[in-house]
């Protein structure tokens, strides 16, 4: 460490000599260098929630970018998985729409042991991905005639530069022959043509429908994908539901976003009783001493009331953060008996980002973790292991993708069984998504090597 402080020292000093050699000083063009990188420094000794993490300026290299140098500056506390919670975000970057050009679908890489695939999870809307005719489920198998390799996610799913040419193919992965290992082969079905990647808007719910199971009860079902900065949409999209109908909420692929939407979402969702009661309590670091308490507001509500339904289902997986965590942690203390968590235990971000802005520096935003986050009984316990589910199934990229919304998929399935009969089905119930032999199918033949959900940002927003 101290090193790196000498060499970063002494090419400040050397910086400011050049530019003082010439009888004129220049000084003022170090510092304005290093101005941002100060400002996030002093910034995080007021406000981090892990500020005594923080290393000494002279660990730190101040003429980094100024996302490199909050990394650097940020606590191992801050970040998990790879995933780094505080962030430097541009102000020029719309919230609405993609990052960077894009041709509209996620998707996992997959290996088996005939190759390597990428396989859809979901297509955005007015996409080039949509226009093409790809859809959750298709397997690509060829780009341009060329194998998939495992190092093939940034060019065509992450951020694709130009037109290509996808191969499809499909495959029967059961062999009649338990005894042995299963073995996958690709058979070619077709191409599609996907025109240039551009930007495109991201919808924040991406499908809902209305099921009816065989026995009558209804359930509402929504695939909510980020909390997004206006939370208007949430109103009109639960319109008609009914105090006999069940809710199901789809959070699997949903990183998380703004905490005030994640409020009026959860203002909807729970029951009368806990209207004007502790929704969410906020815990800043010891400098400011204080907890900032958000309510169940009837006032975020058009309607004034909350819905009136049966029980609600939240679906969920690893990528579930954020935002979305605090809707199952805060709504859980009033909701014994009616909530059920269906998939697999959610990420674990129990902290939240606070917006910081300079007028030195107007085009940076500073998202800073400042606060750490509990239910109405004060839990907040959930970093290590996520928050788990009271049913766990997994969903399978290797087997058959049902459409996200149908009762024909694998985790909709397990909750419908739930709606119609008041119980988790059991591994050789009929009609079971989590019988021996799927799960012996679609988790001996192939192997999951990145996930585009995975690299989606973990948010837990609030200004």
């Known amino acids: 460490m101290k090193m790196k402080f000498i060499h970063t020292a002494w090419a400040g000093l050397t910086l400011i000599y050049l530019l003082a050699s010439c009888g004129v000083d220049r000084s003022g063009e170090y510092y304005a260098l290093i101005a941002d990188k100060t400002w996030i420094y002093e910034t995080m000794q007021q406000n981090y929630l892990f500020y005594e993490d923080i290393p000494a300026e002279s660990e730190l290299n101040f003429f980094d970018k100024p996302d ?28 609405a729409m993609s990052e960077y050009p894009t041709f509209g679908f996620e998707a996992a890489t997959v290996r088996t042991n005939s190759g390597n695939a990428l ?17 959750r489920g298709d397997w690509i198998i060829a780009v341009d005639g060329n194998e998939i390799s495992s190092n093939d996610y940034e060019e065509y799913v992450g951020r694709p530069t130009q037109a290509h040419s996808f191969t499809l193919g499909s495959y029967n992965p059961y062999d009649e022959n338990e005894d042995e290992e299963l073995y996958v082969e690709f058979d070619t079905i077709g191409t ?9 808007e991201q919808h924040n719910i991406l499908t809902t429908n209305t099921l009816v199971t065989s026995d009558g009860h209804r359930a509402f079902y ?19 539901i009914s105090s006999s109908d069940d809710i199901i909420l789809d959070l699997r692929y949903n990183p998380g976003g703004y905490v005030s939407t994640s409020q009026i979402l959860s203002t909807l969702l729970a029951p009368q009783s806990a209207v004007g009661q502790t929704f969410l309590n906020m815990t800043y670091n010891d400098k400011i ?24 289902y939240i679906i969920t997986s ?59 009984e004060n839990f907040s316990d959930y970093y290590d292991n996520g928050l788990a589910p009271d049913f766990e199934i997994e969903e399978d990229f290797g087997g058959d993708l ?16 739930h709606v119609s009969n008041g119980a988790f089905p059991s591994a050789t119930s009929t009609g079971s998504a989590v019988s021996a032999r799927s799960s012996r199918v679609y988790n001996s033949g192939w192997k999951v090597l990145s996930n585009s959900i995975d690299r989606k940002p973990k948010l837990n927003k609030f200004r």
């Open 222 to 240: 929504m695939l909510y994908n980020e909390f997004g900065e206006d939370g208007d949409e949430l109103q009109s999209a639960f319109s008609g």
């Open 318 to 376: 690893s990528n579930t953060a954020s935002a979305s965590e605090i809707v199952i942690n805060c709504l859980k203390p009033y909701m014994e008996g009616r909530l059920f968590q269906v998939g697999t235990a959610t990420f674990g971000k129990n902290v939240a980002q606070q917006c910081f802005t300079n007028e030195a520096s107007p085009y940076l935003e500073l998202w800073l973790t400042t606060s750490l986050l509990s239910n109405s």
């Open 289 to 312: 001493n204080k907890t900032e308490t958000l309510t169940f507001d009837a006032s975020l509500l058009s309607g004034g009331a909350p819905l009136s339904y049966r029980n609600l």
């Open 192 to 200: 599609v043509e996907l025109a240039a990647p551009r930007y495109i």
């Open 402 to 417: 049902y459409e996200l919304g149908s009762e024909d998929e694998a985790l909709l399935q397990t909750v419908l069984y």
């Open 68 to 95: 490199e140098f909050l990394r650097s500056a940020s606590s191992q506390s801050d970040q998990k998985n790879g995933t780094y919670f505080s962030h430097v975000d541009s102000v020029s970057v719309s919230r």
């Open 119 to 135: 396989r859809v999870i979901y297509v955005e809307p007015d996409s080039p991905a949509t226009e093409a005719g790809l859809k």
